[in-house]
């Protein structure tokens, strides 16, 4: 079965801090596409980063990094000196299989204060 | 600009009435979906279209019929409305064809608020 638990369910932190969020999933597959999504106050989903199985190559794109680790089947994603508009619900998502479907993450809601 | 559209944003309606809820998307996609997330922000597929063919159907009740006339669109229509369908839906798409993994990208959501 697959399934991705994010284990933490709401985070608060104060502006500047810096912030992990948790990943971590189940699959049988061998090739398999992670993802994290933001879905603000606003409540649009915007696509942050996808990475396939293949590639565990850390990622940093700004304040965000990404670490992919097979070895403990965990995507996490790190928000450097955290501002009050990364303020957001933020999902894992994962992909295998052919149908293309996205199995989500139960969502950890940041909250960065001033 | 907008690359994934979906109206109304907001439905207020009665148990039992039928409504329809549109996409559209104007990224040249294959595959479209629609997507459910519940009043804890849970997200479940419910549906995946590839070039308007049902790729997905998740243990979705009959009541939900998904149509895309083409592959630029796929409409949601709900039958008899219950308490327990109110949430926000989401439209998705993916350039991938064929059911294959891809990014998804998501429209603005529609809130559905069944009375």
């Known amino acids: 079965a697959q399934k991705v638990t994010q284990a933490q369910t709401e985070i608060s932190v104060v502006e500047k801090e810096d912030v992990t969020l948790d990943c971590v999933y189940e699959?049988?597959?061998?090739?398999?596409?992670l993802f994290w999504y933001k879905q603000p106050p606003s409540g649009e989903l915007v696509f942050l980063i996808r990475?396939?199985?293949?590639?565990?190559q850390n990622e940093i794109s700004g304040r965000y990094s990404w670490n992919f680790q097979k070895s403990t089947s965990s995507f996490n994603f790190t928000i450097t000196a955290s501002q009050v508009v990364d303020s957001a619900v933020y999902f894992c998502a994962l992909g295998s299989g052919n149908t293309g479907k996205l199995i989500f993450g139960q969502g950890t809601t940041l909250q960065v204060k001033p | 600009d907008t690359a994934v559209s979906q109206t109304p944003k907001y439905l207020v309606t009665q148990m039992g009435n039928d409504k329809s809820i549109k996409c559209e998307q104007n990224l040249g996609h294959d595959t479209m979906y629609w997507y459910k997330q519940d009043s804890k922000k849970f997200l479940k597929i419910m549906f995946s279209?590839?070039?308007?063919?049902?790729?997905i159907n998740e243990t979705v009740p009959n009541r939900f019929s998904p149509k895309s006339p083409d592959k630029a669109h796929l409409n949601l229509h709900i039958n008899s409305l219950e308490l327990g369908d109110s949430a926000v839906y989401f439209c998705?798409?993916?350039?991938?064809?064929?059911?294959?993994?891809?990014?998804?990208?998501f429209g603005p959501g529609t809130r559905l608020t069944v009375l």
């Open positions: 699959t049988r597959d061998t090739t398999y596409y």
């Open positions: 990475r396939n199985s293949f590639d565990e």
């Open positions: 998705a798409s993916s350039q991938v064809p064929g059911g294959a993994v891809d990014t998804q990208y």
């Open positions: 279209y590839n070039n308007k063919e049902l790729i």
